[in-house]
């Protein structure tokens, strides 16, 4: 489980595995570290954060979304990502959209998670601009989750 680095044309993208849910975000997470830097540092802080959001990709698009808005607030890259838990709505399939989503709970996804911020001044970090929608793929597999997401340099 874990997650490597592809190129795309002009941006990066982050092939990712887990066990679980919790585990490809998190494996994701640590793609959007690597492509800011070679080397991580052992400085930083753990601090938490929360995400909400529509649906499960949606989730994981406004997690990295909001680790590259921390980064920019803070001076600090997200680093050693924890996502200790994901809840979503548990509802039959017959009572869901295509993808398994509850459009009818509010708010139907959430996120808790823990990351490491290594100050910016200790690295030799590349910019990563955004997390992109392009090409986004989210998907339960017969030993846990893959994703894809293309980050814009």
């Known amino acids: 489980m874990g997650f490597e680095l592809r ?9 990712a595995t887990g066990g679980s849910l919790e585990a490809v975000f998190a494996a994701v997470a640590d793609g959007l ?10 400085a930083g ?30 001076a600090e890259l997200p680093v050693d990502h924890r ?9 039959e399939a017959a009572d869901s959209d295509a993808d398994g989503d509850d459009p009818t709970a ?17 690295l030799d970090a590349r910019e990563v601009k955004a997390v992109t929608y392009s ?4 998907e339960n597999v017969a030993d846990g989750w893959e994703a894809y997401v293309v980050f814009d340099i």
């Open 45 to 74: 802080e753990r601090f938490s954060l929360t995400v909400a959001a529509e649906s499960r990709e949606a989730l994981l698009f406004d997690y990295l979304d909001e680790l590259i808005y921390l980064r920019d607030v803070r």
């Open 135 to 138: 090409e986004m793929r989210l």
């Open 106 to 122: 509010d708010p139907p996804w959430e996120l808790t998670a823990t990351a490491r911020g290594v100050p910016l001044t200790e």
């Open 33 to 42: 570290a690597a492509c800011s830097t070679d080397e991580i540092p052992d």
């Open 83 to 91: 996502v200790e838990s994901i809840t979503g709505p548990r509802v």
């Open 7 to 15: 190129d795309h044309t002009a941006d990066v993208a982050v092939a």
